[in-house]
């Protein structure tokens, strides 16, 4: 099929300040054209953008998709670790239907909030790829790994059975990854046959690093090293892609040690001051050239997915935790939600940027709001001023996911009945 989006303020992403108005030519999953429509393109369907901007659908680098469970619980908690303590007794008793129905909720507000693509962390992984095949959208879904050695290889090799038939369904929208959840969780070994795993797999090792000074603290005292020196002592980055989700907590020194590696780091700026675990220095990571994505964590600790939001928060948080030639702009704020979230995930030749030749995943955003009137500039409007809810239009490698604020693939009340009652389900456990 051939869709195209006509007279769209374009904001492409390809180079910095850069936005103009014209057509974006979809044809099959892929972006045939962007700006002057060629006229041997024939549309089967044309959507009136001319009250819209266009751009690169967002990019969710680090989430625990069905934590929506325990939205509003357990809230305001002295430290992460002592609501931890709250949340692993839950999760424990938790189901694969559970995790199918919270990961179908979770995925409609991704949806809602122009998510194509999200960095999953959780566990029955097989029932969150079987909603991301319904929804139609991407995943990076990681096994988790608690625990360990002998435990963690058997549950990688069932895991990796259960997930490859999602994996062959869903036409190149799903991948596989390891998440070592954290050091505080996970023993050397462990780490390393992660390592391993993930070099063999050519896959991504996703893990929570230095989210808090109590996490460096003990890291310290117990092996003399931070966490980053310490899993690089244990060999756990060398050699592999990586993703490290809140990084609140990295020195100068080790900030500039990841230039050896091929890493990005994921901002949760709602998490990490929701848990009171400090405010990351994105900024001057950035001036660093370390990539940056970013993330929502879970909607227990944040208490949303909404990664619209998200962009609000990092910038903001981004100026005050900055000096004056660091602060972030929106333009940098956007890039992490987009092209450095595709880039972090392995995916920045297919998405992240609206291009020809790349696969169209592309979120239109209403405009004709009073609270984007006037536009002025489209970068600050969509950072400083966007709220989740001006998400008109959301497409995923060429498919309409939703389009006029109505989901296309998912019941969001039927959604939310089952939510409902698996929850009342779990608290009778």
């Known amino acids: 099929m051939k869709l195209l989006l006509s007279n769209a303020l374009i904001v492409p992403m390809t180079a910095q300040g850069l936005y103009f108005r014209g057509d974006i030519g979809i044809d099959g999953r892929h ?61 424990n008793k938790l189901t694969e239907r ?16 122009g ?27 990681s096994v988790t790994l608690f625990g360990g050695l002998e435990e963690n290889k058997q549950r990688v090799y069932d895991r990796e059975k259960l997930l490859r038939p999602y994996i062959d369904r869903s036409e190149g929208r799903i991948q596989i ?9 996970c023993p050397k070994e462990t780490y390393q046959f992660a390592h391993s795993w993930t070099k063999d797999h050519q896959a991504i090792l996703h893990t929570h690093l230095s989210e808090t000074q109590l996490e460096v603290q003990d890291c310290i005292r117990e092996t003399g090293k931070t966490p980053l020196e310490y899993l690089l002592d244990i060999g756990a980055l060398q050699d592999v892609k990586s993703l490290l989700a809140h990084c609140v907590h990295l020195t100068d020194s080790e900030a500039d040690a990841l230039h050896d590696l091929d890493t990005s780091l994921v901002h949760n700026p709602s998490s990490n001051c929701k848990l009171s675990s400090g405010i990351a220095p994105i900024s001057s990571y950035i001036q660093k050239g370390v990539t940056v994505a970013l993330g929502t964590d879970g909607a227990s600790s944040n208490n949303n997915l909404n990664m619209v939001e998200e962009m609000h928060i990092a910038s903001l948080l ?22 450095d979230g595709a880039k972090a995930l392995g995916l920045q030749q297919k998405i992240g940027m609206l291009k020809a030749g790349m696969e169209a995943d592309i979120l239109l955003v209403d405009i004709h709001k009073s609270h984007l009137t006037p536009l002025n500039d ?25 389009e006029g604020r109505r989901l296309m693939t998912l019941d969001q009340d039927q959604i939310i009945k089952d939510v409902q009652k698996s929850w009342a389900d779990v608290q009778q456990r």
């Open 31 to 91: 972006i045939a054209f962007t700006g002057t429509n060629d006229p041997s393109f024939v549309p089967d369907r044309i959507i009136d953008a001319s009250s819209s901007i266009a751009m690169p659908a967002l990019v969710n680098a680090h989430t625990h998709l069905s934590m929506g469970l325990m939205r509003n619980y357990k809230d305001d908690m002295p430290t992460l670790q002592a609501w931890l303590a709250e949340i692993f007794p839950i999760e």
């Open 98 to 113: 559970d995790v199918l129905l919270a990961s179908r909720l979770g995925l409609v507000e991704l949806i809602q909030s």
């Open 115 to 141: 998510v194509t693509t999200f960095a999953d962390m959780y566990f029955h992984p097989q029932s969150t790829a079987e909603a991301v095949l319904e929804a139609g959208i991407r995943a990076s879904i």
């Open 177 to 185: 990854d390891c998440a070592p959840h954290a050091i505080y969780t």
């Open 318 to 339: 981004g100026k005050v935790h900055a000096t004056t030639h660091q602060k972030l702009h929106p333009y940098d704020v956007l890039r992490m939600a987009t092209a």
């Open 378 to 402: 489209p970068f600050s409007a969509l950072v400083y001023a966007t709220q989740a809810s001006d998400v008109d239009t959301l497409i995923c490698q060429g498919r309409v996911l939703m």
